[in-house]
């Protein structure tokens, strides 16, 4: 009996896929702490994606496609998570969701003009394959805008069926920015976001193909 009351208070480290279908229903409410890792950085990029075929990579329940798609951008979400793309989908049925995988995109080469990025490599083991396949899908002079977020401890999530954690691997800024140039990127522009207790640094790149 002890073991099994240990066994329920332990915190799960989860994919995210099944992460993502348990955190689903919680995660827009989190939209201003979410927002806070970018300050507001990623507006003028927004503001940029007008008429353009644009991706979001990870683009959970939406909160960037949809302000993509508000600013004349022509957007694809995709993400692995077929609840968190219900939710994007229950708001702005027109945007066309793609579920699939960051590091295998069902898009052919050079499809679009901008890839944006945020919040989605901090659940990546390795950087590499996701990079690799942005650069494969941009059009040339193609630009990928990533939002590398770290932060100081895991956060600890709670449904009824108890607590768990969403896999997360920390990518330092400067390994980030020099594996993307090795790939060929070259980088436009890097913004340093520190933030409070939670995170350490959220590190907005905008690199070109
Ligand atoms: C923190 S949310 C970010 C969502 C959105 N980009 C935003 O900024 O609000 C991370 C998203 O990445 C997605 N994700 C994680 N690993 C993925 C993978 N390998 N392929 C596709 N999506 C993935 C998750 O399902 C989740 O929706």
Known sequence: MKSLDLLSKMTKRLEPKEG?????SEYDKLEKYWDSFEKHHLK?????SKNKKTLDAGAGSGRLSIRLSEAGADVTALDISPE???????KN?????VEGDLENMPFKDGTFDIVFSSLALVHLKKIEPFLDEC???LKDDGKLILVNVHYRKPMILKDEKGK???KCYNHFP????????????SVEDEIMVTEGDDVWVSQILVLKK
């Open 93 to 97: 049925p027109d945007i066309e969701t």
């Open 174 to 185: 400067r390994h980030v920015r020099e594996t993307a140039e090795e790939l060929a990127f």
């Open 164 to 166: 768990y954690t969403i």
């Open 20 to 24: 993502y279908a348990r955190f689903a």
């Open 84 to 90: 968190m793309l219900a939710i994007l989908k229950s």
């Open 44 to 48: 003028p990029y927004i503001e940029d």
């Open 135 to 137: 650069y494969r899908v």
